[in-house]
Structures are given as C-alpha cells and as structure tokens.
C-alpha cells in the first residue's frame, strides 16, 4: 500500500471513530434524533446518516462537520470538568433552560443560531472554565 492510501485509510478510520465517539456524546444527552441532526448540521430527515455514524462510518470530509465535531467535543469536556461530581447535571445541562440564553436551553441556541449558535454555547461554558 503506498504512503498516501495508507495515510487516507487512517484517515477514514479516525473519522469513523470520530463518528461513533460523538454518537455516544449525544446518547449521553438524551438528544432526539431531530436535535442531534441539528447539533451535527445535517437535515433532520437524515437518519441513515445519524444510523452510519452511529455504526462507525466516517464523519464527512467537510470543514463544517469536523468543526461542529469538535465544539461538540469541546463541550463535553467543559460540562465534565465544570461538574466533576455531578455526571447527570452535566449530561442534562444542553437540554436544560438557561437565563444566559434568554431561557432557551442550549440546543435551541444551536437550533435558532446554526453554527453560530454552536460557538455561543462553547463560548459561555469556555468563559465559566475561566478558559
């Protein structure tokens, strides 16, 4: 196998465990389908792609999706160092309203705003880390 279908193949690979490591992050908390299309940029009726992931295939190639990956990530590991103690509070904490999002919880951030949306929600819980 030459260098670069090698490199490609682990590629694939890390997007595939990519895929499955942010499946189990939205299992954790407690999303609906449509709000875990939302959260990963794909159309709601999309389910084969939420099913794929699920299983193992890779994330897509696209920038927007291993951005929306990675802030998703990156707020995982901001609620469980915010609430060490307290795994449930951290894994209700997106579905649950907030005064600093004018009482919508942060999934309906990400619903209303998109990607934006996405970075407001990261940014507040990046700024209560004092990050």
Excluded: C
Excluded at 36 to 44: F, K, R, S, V
Excluded at 45 to 72: E, F, M, W
């Amino acid at each position: 196998m030459s260098a670069i279908a090698e490199r490609e193949v682990n590629a694939s690979e890390d997007r595939g465990a990519l895929a499955r490591m942010v499946m189990t992050l939205l299992d954790h908390w407690n999303l609906s389908t449509e709000d875990q299309a939302a959260l990963l940029g794909i159309a709601a009726s999309n389910r084969a792609a939420l099913s794929n992931y699920r299983s193992g295939k890779p994330i897509g190639t696209s920038r927007d999706q291993h951005d929306r990956v990675g802030h998703l990530l990156g707020i995982h590991k901001n609620l469980r160092l915010l609430f060490p103690h307290n795994r449930d509070l951290a894994y209700r904490w997106m579905s649950t309203r907030n005064k600093a999002f004018d009482n919508l919880s942060p999934v309906e951030v990400v619903k209303e705003w998109g990607f934006a949306g996405l970075l407001m929600v990261r940014s507040y819980l990046d700024r209560a880390r004092g990050v």
